[in-house]
């Protein structure tokens, strides 16, 4: 299967940027669905932007424009480059992958997510 570990959370103001990494254990960004996922504190999670393995991106209205999901396929590696970030983007980042398992089944895996906090 796959194990996902998310890193590069942390504090930052207002207007600042982060980038987010997701290191798969083994190669898959190339051919299944993959995204990254927030969930903010009293809220439910929510998806914040996604890609599927023939490269289709779909993002939240809430971060359009100024997040970019990636994939760097020499590290099994999937990135979210967070721009122009507001207090609201305050959450636990979480990567998830949707995987065939036992080749009849597809099954969702999650990292163990990663904080970012921004300040005003």
């Known amino acids: 299967q796959v194990q996902l570990v998310e890193s590069g959370g942390g504090l930052v103001q207002a207007g600042g940027s982060l980038t987010l990494s997701c290191t798969a254990s083994r190669s898959i960004f190339a051919i299944n669905r993959v995204g990254w996922y927030r969930q903010a504190p009293g809220k439910q999670r929510e998806l914040v932007a996604s890609v599927a393995g023939g490269g289709i991106t779909n993002y939240s209205d809430l971060v359009k424009g100024r997040f970019t999901i990636s994939r760097d396929m020499a590290t099994n590696t999937l990135m979210l480059q967070m721009d122009s970030l507001k207090p609201e983007d305050t959450g636990v980042y979480y990567c998830?992958?949707?995987?065939?398992?036992?080749?009849?089944?597809?099954?969702?895996?999650w990292g163990q997510g990663t904080q970012v906090t921004v300040s005003s």
């Open positions: 998830s992958a949707n995987m065939l398992v036992g080749g009849v089944t597809y099954t969702d895996f």
